[in-house]
């Protein structure tokens, strides 16, 4: 395989990685409107397009196996495909998330929620921007913009902990509350797995610009 052959497979990868992205921030959206609208048919549809998420995860990894079996590349060539790997697998854990929200929305399908759901899509929204700006980092190799957008992850941790304070407060004042309000929890916990694995995807991208690991998920 000649270079040109090489950068060629490694764009179209690149591509695909970018198609997986949209599909999974598609999911996270979806699954955070379903929540806003108690809309199970659309619930249902995020667990449904799971499966297709899944497929992609392993279309990429056979297709990086491949091409490492057939260029041998090595030194950074290897850690962009090797990152890669890594990155969908992020990607398809964010998506496992979605449809943990999905799952609770056809548990509270029929119940009057407790609380307006304003902290929800506000983290639902941030964490959105930060998949697309991570996986642009990625794919131009920003090693600044990979810290920056885990600087944003500060603000999801900042919402996920009011959140968290408030919601305990619901249950001590009232126990009936208990029930959704741990529900809610759990949404915000989904949520901000998300961002961890956001994090992780620029943590890959400093890896495959200097070759050093870090840890940003402080």
Not at 145 to 154: E, L, P, R, T, W
């Amino acid at each position: 395989m000649t270079r040109t052959s090489f950068d060629t497979d490694l764009k179209n990868l690149h591509r695909e990685v970018l198609r997986m992205g949209s599909i999974v921030e598609k999911q996270i959206h979806l699954s955070i409107k379903a929540l806003e609208e108690q809309d199970e048919s659309l619930s249902l549809q995020v667990i449904k397009q799971d499966d297709l998420v899944d497929d992609l995860e392993r279309e990429i990894e056979d297709k990086c196996i491949k091409l490492i079996a057939m260029q041998q590349p090595l030194a950074k060539d290897l850690r962009n495909v090797f990152t890669t790997i890594k990155i969908v697998t992020d990607l398809e854990r964010m998506a496992d998330h979605a449809v943990d929200i999905a799952k609770i929305v056809i548990r509270l399908k029929d119940e009057k929620y407790i609380r307006e759901l304003t902290d929800i899509p506000r983290m639902s929204l941030i964490i959105q921007e930060m998949i697309r700006d991570s996986l642009d980092a990625y794919i131009n190799a920003d090693s600044s913009k990979a810290y920056a957008v885990c600087k944003m992850d500060d603000e999801i941790d900042d919402i996920y902990e009011c959140s968290f304070t408030e919601l305990l407060d619901y249950m001590i004042e009232d126990k009936s509350n208990a029930k959704q309000a741990t529900q809610f929890l759990f949404v915000f916990k989904f949520l901000e797995r998300i961002a961890d694995h956001v994090t992780n995807i620029c943590e890959w991208t400093i890896y495959l610009v200097t070759g050093e690991t870090v840890d940003l998920n402080d």
